[in-house]
């Protein structure tokens, strides 16, 4: 029973595999969704691992999630070079906010991430438009609120969306090629980062690149959706556009309780 367990929690560690794509899988996530006892070592076998099993579905698969000291967690470091970035401070903060607008533009309504069979789409373009406006609609509140000088010390991520607008939006190399560094450049590398990782699949090339979630990124983004979503919130953003349409947001406090 032990070595199904990990066998099982090892599917898990292959991203991009899900049930219906493997019988084995599939017969092993339905064990483990029917066998109480099964189940519980799956669950002490993730845990000596450094794992933490965050879901287990016939369409998403076991789930699971690295603590901050196993070995099969992402560090800065190793997301920078998987990137093509440095892991600069400056870097990881506009990273950050590539994955705070793709993940909103993907599910910008509760009802959208309760869904099992719900697939957001999103574009690289219409992620960057997205944190630009944002980013402009504070600067714009702080301007008002005569706080343009805003420090690096600010709480969150306000100090980030300045970073933000500071950043080009888009540029080329000396060769003609895309400089990475860009805004666009950036969202890029962490959506692409995001299907190497099983959470987003590449659909096209149309505006930048077009992917549609999974939902193995269903279970991330609700499990970090309070962290997530509490900042739009902040913002006060009711709406978002990704450059092609305006979407209304539907995210509550309340919502955010619910998850």
């Not at 003609?176 to 666009?184: D, F, V, W, Y």
């Amino acid at each position: 029973m032990t070595a199904d367990a990990a066998r099982l929690v090892a599917f898990g560690l292959r991203p991009k595999l899900v049930p219906a794509r493997d019988d084995e899988y599939r017969k092993l996530v339905e064990r483990a969704r029917t066998d109480d006892v099964f189940a519980a070592v799956v669950q002490a076998v993730s845990t000596g691992m450094d794992l933490v099993v965050m879901e287990i579905s016939d369409r998403a698969g076991i789930v699971v999630a690295s603590t901050e000291d196993s070995v099969f967690a992402v560090k800065m470091t190793d997301y920078a070079r998987r990137t093509g970035g440095e892991g600069k401070a400056a870097e990881r903060v506009l990273h950050a906010l590539a994955h705070l607008g793709a993940a909103t533009l993907a599910f910008p309504r509760p009802a959208d991430l309760a869904n099992e069979t719900y697939l957001g789409r999103i574009t690289v373009e219409g992620v960057e438009a997205f944190v630009r406006e944002a980013a402009s609609r504070l600067a714009e509140a702080a301007t008002q609120d005569d706080a343009a000088d805003t420090t690096a010390g600010e709480p969150g991520l306000e100090a980030a969306w300045r970073v933000y607008t500071r950043r080009a939006q888009t540029g080329s190399t000396g060769d003609g090629r895309k400089l990475a560094s860009s805004t666009t450049g950036i969202i890029n590398k962490a959506l692409m980062f995001l299907a190497d990782q099983g959470l987003l699949v590449r659909t096209g090339d149309e505006r930048g690149g077009t992917f549609r979630t999974t939902p193995r990124y269903r279970t991330q983004v609700r499990e970090a959706g309070v962290v997530m979503f509490d900042e739009l919130l902040r913002l006060g953003i009711t709406q978002i556009t990704d450059g092609s349409a305006t979407i209304a947001v539907g995210w509550t406090p309340q919502s955010l309780t619910e998850l």
